[in-house]
């Protein structure tokens, strides 16, 4: 088994900016970033069981550990500029009604509390139990996000020359209920935000993405031929690498897509991840 160190040194990940795009005479050009995934945080009107026991033990332990991964985040010197979370920030819904979650501290609450108290921003997008299809509509998800910590179901920061951007990969028509292709083992991004994403590409600034499935389960042909892959494959001088969660566990996934795709593990398994 690979120590972290061992990990990283092989894949090359890690949380500087590739030292190739930048001027190293200057230093005022190199910054840091940190990425977390899979915090899953809970609220006092968390039922269960998980699936498992280890899954349902672990569910107990997210508050603890991502305060824990928050700590030694914020104790990072050099200090990170930002922090990107990259889907499962809490962990499903506990109303489908809307107003429930203006009515009582709910694990979202919580969340954000968490993530409040990192002394850098943290940008947070979309995993799977970030929504609740079919009980909760994804619009309604987008409605609580929106109003409760400002953000959109996609978006992208720039910040010193490089382009970050949230993509959501819960959009698309497999996770549409009643399409043909529904099937939310299954990630796509929808047409809309297929030719969004072209559009920031095109602009051609170095540019991270983060999408909460990783590569080889999100679909590909979603309109026509267009679909993540072939768009990594166009702008593969543009994007510097790909950044996944949801396997809870560190997997160096190559470039058979085109950029380097890292899926990194989660804070509710291990608080160092």
Request: no cysteine; hydrophobic share 40%.
């Amino acid at each position: 088994m690979l120590s972290r160190r061992q990990f990283f040194q092989m894949s090359g990940a890690g949380l500087l900016v590739p030292p190739t795009l930048l001027d190293t005479q200057d230093g005022a050009h190199i910054f840091r970033i940190g990425v977390i995934a899979d915090s899953h945080i809970i609220d006092d009107f968390y039922r269960g069981p998980e699936g498992n026991e280890e899954d349902t033990w672990t569910i107990f332990q997210t508050t603890k550990r991502l305060t824990t991964a928050r700590a030694r985040l914020n104790a990072l010197t050099p200090a990170l500029d930002r922090v990107f979370l990259v889907g499962d920030y809490f962990h499903d819904y506990s109303s489908a009604d809307l107003d429930f979650y203006f009515t009582n501290t709910t694990r979202i609450d919580h969340a954000k509390t968490l993530t409040d108290g990192f002394t850098m921003p943290v940008h947070v997008g979309f995993g799977n139990h970030d929504y609740a299809v079919p009980k909760v509509s994804r619009e309604a998800a987008h409605e609580l996000f929106r109003r409760k910590l400002g953000v959109a179901p996609y978006y992208a920061i720039d910040h010193r020359g490089f382009r970050f951007i949230h993509l959501n990969n819960f959009l698309g028509t497999t996770w549409e209920p009643g399409h043909a292709r529904y099937d939310k083992s299954k990630g796509s991004l929808g047409e809309t935000q297929l030719t969004w994403l072209d559009a920031q590409l095109a602009e051609r600034l170095p540019t991270f993405l983060f999408v909460h499935y990783p590569l080889q389960v999100i679909a590909d042909r979603e309109v026509a031929d267009l679909d993540l892959k072939h768009l990594l494959r166009k702008h593969a001088g543009t994007v510097q690498r790909v950044i996944s969660g949801h396997w809870h566990r560190w997997v160096d996934a190559g470039t058979e897509f085109g950029p380097p795709h890292l899926v990194i593990s989660s804070t509710r398994y291990d608080e160092d991840a």
